[in-house]
């Protein structure tokens, strides 16, 4: 009697199911998908892990993607959203290095845990990235932790956790640096071009050699393949190229170049502009406004800079838009990396953190809402210019969100806005003058006498009251 031929069918039907099955995405492991075209059109047809894969070869420019850092966070997104581990992950290394959104450190981590823990090596790379500069956002360098869990993700054959160990190496991984084995770790990156940043990094380090000193060929051969990268969009390109050139002493082409990686996402470029900015000297930098140096700050902050001055001057910025929803969400963010910029000895930050005491919404924040707070720091940085003058009297004359001005406020309101007048600001040389002057009575005039003759607000007395209100919140030591 013959078998039925049922069992023979299914094992064939299985096998072609399994044969149609979408393969696990290799992109992060720098192989490329056959068909390009095949899996951009499929991704833009909504399959999540199309969408996953595509992003990935877009992020570090495999098999000639360009990169476009909008449609990488879009892709991942909603290929997270679907609940794919890839996208998931994907979305992860976006907060944590800006691509295409601001970086979020928080949310960075939530992803990179979530694809950690179901095996995605991305995810636990990006933790490790998160412990190692964990320093530059008011936490302790984890060491450790970043040489672990890059180990264990380039065992897998993730490409830039690979990258990473190769800097590791180069930094020390067990005593002396091995800046041999770091360099041959990244040849065999650059060789197999697989990842841009390896050839960057080359490239970087050879300009910095004596030419007789570098290996030509491979300089040549990096130069070219970072202008390759460069075509495509890639920022880490875009920013090397501008480093050759300003190293060449040619500054207006290395200033082109950094304005298209800032525009990119690269922090590092960002950074720069914001340096490079001069509004006095065309011959210096770029000429830029004072508008202007506060939107580099910006720029520079959102993807990642937490440079004391770009904090400061981000945060200026911040404030002059303190009622849009997205600035009060910010503010807890903001208020820790302010305190971390004035922990540096940069004093303006005093100026700032008044403000987002001042402008913080009560309802939203009612732990930092703090005016009483705001004009400790005005008055302790109030021997400083105008600026803190002129905050401190429009925070005691014109209080926000339903307070009221007390008479003792207002007559420390017009010390502070006359001297903040005498010392350049506009604002208390016109109409803000005038306004307070509506509020004034026979008994605020007296009192505001005695409050200039007792040399208020810069006096050594009251910026000691207010030093010492600060030591007790633990803003100074």
Same mark, same amino acid.
């Given at each position: 009697m013959e078998k039925p031929l049922f069992p023979y069918f299914t094992v064939i039907a299985i096998a072609l199911l399994i044969s149609l099955a979408p393969a696990? +995405?290799?992109?992060?492991k720098s192989v490329p998908a056959k068909d390009i075209p095949a899996l951009k059109a499929k991704a833009e047809k909504g399959d999540p892990a199309a969408k996953a894969e595509y992003a990935y070869h877009s992020l570090i420019c495999l098999a000639d993607v360009p990169y476009d850092q909008n449609l990488i966070f879009r892709y991942f997104s909603e290929s997270a959203a679907k609940g794919n581990m890839e996208g998931i992950a994907g979305l992860a290394h976006c907060y944590q290095f800006s691509v295409g959104t601001v970086m979020d450190r928080e949310k960075a981590r939530t992803l990179a845990e979530k694809s950690s823990k179901a095996g995605h090596p991305i995810g636990t790379k990006i933790?490790? /990235? =998160?412990?190692? $500069?964990? &320093?530059?956002? %008011?936490?302790? #360098?984890?060491?450790? $932790?970043?040489v672990k869990l890059c180990k264990e993700s380039a065992e !897998?054959?993730? $490409? /830039?956790? #690979?990258?990473?160990?190769? =800097?590791?190496?180069?930094? &020390?991984?067990?005593?002396?640096?091995d800046l041999e084995e770091g360099v041959r770790r990244l040849r065999e990156l650059h060789d197999a071009? /697989?990842?841009p940043l390896a050839t960057t990094w080359l490239l970087n380090h050879m300009g910095h050699l004596p030419i007789e000193k570098r290996d030509s060929d491979l300089y040549r051969e990096c130069y070219d393949l970072t202008h390759h990268y460069a075509d495509l969009g890639?920022?880490?390109?875009?920013? !090397?190229?501008?480093?050759?050139?300003? #190293?060449?002493?040619?500054?207006q082409t290395a200033l082109a170049y950094f304005f298209e990686a800032a525009h990119r996402g690269s922090r590092k470029s960002w950074e720069l502009l914001w340096l490079f900015r001069s509004p006095q000297d065309d011959s210096v930098g770029f000429r830029s406004t004072l508008r202007d140096m506060?939107? =580099?700050?910006?720029? +520079?902050?959102? !993807? %990642? /800079?937490? =440079?004391?001055?770009?904090? $400061?001057?981000a945060g200026e910025e911040y404030m002059r838009h303190f009622k849009r929803p997205e600035t009060q969400a910010l503010m807890p963010i903001l208020e820790k990396d302010l305190l971390n910029s004035l922990a540096t000895g940069n004093c303006n930050a005093h100026d700032v953190l008044g403000e987002l005491y001042e402008r913080a919404d009560p309802k939203l924040h009612p732990e930092i809402s703090r005016p009483d707070l705001a004009i400790a720091h005005f008055t302790y940085h109030s021997n400083h210019g105008w600026s803190a003058l002129s905050s401190m009297a429009s925070a005691l004359a014109f209080p926000l969100y339903g307070r009221k001005a007390s008479d003792e406020d207002i007559a420390r309101a017009m010390v502070a806005g006359e001297k903040a007048g005498k010392k350049g600001s506009s604002k208390w040389k016109g109409p803000w003058w005038q306004s307070l002057q509506k509020k004034v009575t026979p008994a605020i005039k007296k #009192?505001?006498?005695e409050l200039k003759a007792d040399g208020y607000p810069d006096s050594d007395k009251y910026r000691e009251e207010a030093r010492e209100i600060l030591v007790a919140e633990g803003h100074l030591e």
């Open positions: 696990h +995405a290799q992109a992060w933790i490790a /990235s =998160l412990a190692v $500069t964990a &320093g530059n956002y %008011g936490g302790e #360098r984890d060491w450790d $932790t970043w !897998t054959g993730c $490409t /830039s956790a #690979r990258y990473n160990m190769a =800097l590791i190496y180069m930094d &020390g991984i067990e005593g002396e640096p071009r /697989s990842f890639e920022p880490e390109a875009l920013y !090397t190229l501008g480093r050759c050139h300003q #190293r060449a002493g040619d500054e506060g939107n =580099l700050g910006k720029r +520079a902050y959102e !993807t %990642g /800079s937490r =440079l004391p001055r770009v904090v $400061t001057q #009192r505001y006498a």
